[in-house]
């Protein structure tokens, strides 16, 4: 983007760039609200915040995984998996249990609670889809983009 150092004027090039509407981040931002809202009502009566469902999902694909494996699936630091990790035990969800020869080490392992959830979770997803008025296979395509996306920009940020 070219900008006079002096004056502060954009090119009208630039500044149709600029437009908001135009902004791949603001329609990705702006979909992400759009479905928490649509999942909200759903989770409500799961008992889940969008973040905990996220997590239940990867414990309902792979069971008994340590915390790290979870963040990296799920995309979230311990700081931020942790005190969720610990609203699911209380929950019910989820058991945490330390490795014994690796007190640093926590499993989570799914309790038969958090493991009926998944029953309620398919219902809605089904309702969630059809709400994203999107064919299954324009869903599939959308959700590899998105994918590669972020594959790509963790890739920057790495560099």
């Known amino acids: 983007m070219k900008t006079s150092i002096t004056t502060g004027k954009i090119s009208t090039r630039d500044m149709v ?13 702006s979909a992400s609200l759009a479905m928490t809202k649509l999942y909200r009502p759903f989770l409500l009566e ?6 905990q469902y996220v997590v239940m999902m ?3 694909q792979r069971d008994a995984v340590t915390v790290s494996a979870l963040g990296e699936q799920v995309a979230l630091d311990s700081g931020t998996l942790t005190p969720m990790l610990k609203r699911l035990e209380a929950l019910g969800f989820i058991s945490r249990i330390r490795n014994p020869q690796d007190e640093r080490e926590v499993h989570i392992r799914l309790t038969s609670a958090g493991a009926k959830l998944q029953k309620a979770a398919a219902v809605m997803h089904d309702k ?3 709400a994203s008025d999107c064919s299954s296979t324009d869903r599939k395509v959308l959700t590899k983009a998105l994918q590669q996306l972020r594959a790509s920009l963790q890739a920057s940020i790495q560099s």
């Open 17 to 29: 760039s600029l437009r908001l509407e135009n902004q791949l981040c603001f329609a990705i931002y």
């Open 46 to 51: 799961l008992n889940l915040t969008y973040p």
């Open 58 to 60: 990867a414990l309902w």
């Open 128 to 130: 969630i889809a059809c």
